[in-house]
């Protein structure tokens, strides 16, 4: 083989070879929405792309409560159509009692978000404007808080209601460092490598805090053996085949093996009753999903770590979804229930 053209293979496989780590790098980083967060207790990201079709497309639009549908006939977004993909950083609060609660949050939004027809909206409401690195952050009163807003992308917007605007700066730096695969906040370089691969929405880090309640975190009215400020790892991942059911894991890193073997038993005690108090519900979709999730819920621990498990149905939860956006008493009256 002739030197030169030896030489040209050596370059075209090492070119390839590098190509082939890159887009490795890539497919093991996280989604560049959670990247652009700031530093943060927890964080949470949702991919409603994939949801929508796991979903098949299924669910009915509910009926616009007429504020809302005010800003779409401004805006031309849409929420339940526009946004792809959500990522939020939960920032714990010193004074629980203040403006903002136990928990600020800070937000990126992507998808058809964005454009001149936005910008005339955010202007019209801002009580005041920022310039920061070329770009516009409005600033809105809302219920004795300030919410930052900045188009920070053509398909991306964020969204900041902490106390002061560090955090909505942050985001805007980090954007310029978004091609960087591994980039991000300490929270996500800890833990997004646990999450799972495919996972349509996950949450690391102190995840629970907006359910604290002096100190115990509540669901459902249901306080579970958790602290709020405990570390935890949740992913929604599809089963296979992809049409089929959606996992969900919780795990939590207890803050040893002893704590971790008391709230495994504590969170099975829960389980059982949970079963036993849904038995007797009347049998239609929303019912039916909480059954189908308490029924397949498992409890185990690893060490100082205790995982829950539970998975649903992709047609006992599109009839759920389904249902509630009927019977919603806000979907049916134009209601505004959300302040």
């Known amino acids: 083989m002739h030197r030169r053209t030896r030489r040209t293979l050596f370059i075209v496989a090492g070119v390839l070879l590098l190509?082939?780590?890159?887009?490795?790098l890539r497919s093991?980083?996280?989604?560049?929405?959670?990247?652009?967060?700031?530093?943060?207790?927890?964080?949470?990201?949702?991919?409603?792309?994939?949801?929508?079709?796991?979903?098949?497309?299924?669910?009915?639009?509910?009926?616009?409560?007429?504020?809302?549908?005010?800003?779409?006939?401004?805006t031309g977004i849409d929420w339940e159509r526009d946004l792809d993909q959500v990522a939020i950083a939960l920032h714990r609060m010193p004074d629980p009692n203040g403006p903002n609660g136990p928990v600020a949050y800070s937000l990126v939004l992507v998808g058809k978000l964005t454009g001149n027809r936005l910008n005339a909206w955010l202007d019209a409401h801002a009580a005041s404007r920022e310039n920061y690195a070329g770009k516009t952050i409005y600033s809105i009163p809302s219920e004795g808080r300030t919410v930052r807003v900045a188009q920070i992308g053509y398909d991306m917007v964020a969204v900041s209601n902490t106390p002061t605007p560090e955090q909505i700066h942050s985001i805007i730096d980090r954007r310029r460092t978004a091609a960087l695969p591994f980039a991000g906040s300490t929270?996500?370089?800890?833990?997004?490598?646990e999450v799972p691969l495919l996972a349509l929405a996950w949450g690391v880090g102190q995840i629970g805090l907006p359910f604290s309640e002096s100190g115990a975190i509540s669901i459902f009215g249901l306080s579970l053996p958790l602290e709020d400020g405990t570390t935890i790892i949740a992913s929604v991942t599809p089963t296979l085949p992809l049409a089929g059911s959606l996992r969900l894991r919780v795990e939590e890193i207890a803050p040893n093996d002893q704590a971790a073997v008391s709230q495994a038993g504590t969170l099975?005690?829960?389980v059982t009753m949970a079963r036993g108090?849904?038995?007797?519900?009347?049998?239609?979709?929303a019912?039916?999903?909480?059954?189908?999730?308490?029924?397949?819920?498992?409890?185990?621990?690893?060490?100082d770590r205790v995982v829950v498990t539970a998975s649903v149905s992709s047609a006992g939860l599109a009839s759920a979804a389904?249902?509630?956006?009927?019977?919603?008493?806000?979907?049916?009256t134009g209601q505004d229930t959300s302040k």
């Open 322 to 332: 389904e249902e509630n956006s009927v019977t919603n008493p806000a979907t049916q």
């Open 287 to 303: 019912n039916n999903a909480l059954k189908e999730l308490l029924r397949t819920a498992e409890v185990t621990r690893k060490r």
């Open 28 to 74: 093991k980083a996280p989604p560049e929405a959670a990247r652009l967060l700031p530093e943060s207790d927890g964080i949470i990201y949702i991919n409603f792309k994939p949801i929508r079709a796991f979903m098949h497309k299924k669910l009915e639009p509910p009926q616009r409560v007429p504020e809302y549908q005010k800003f779409v006939d401004a």
């Open 19 to 24: 190509v082939a780590v890159a887009v490795f």
């Open 187 to 193: 929270v996500l370089s800890r833990h997004y490598h």
């Open 268 to 270: 099975t005690t829960l």
């Open 277 to 285: 108090f849904t038995a007797p519900l009347a049998p239609n979709p």
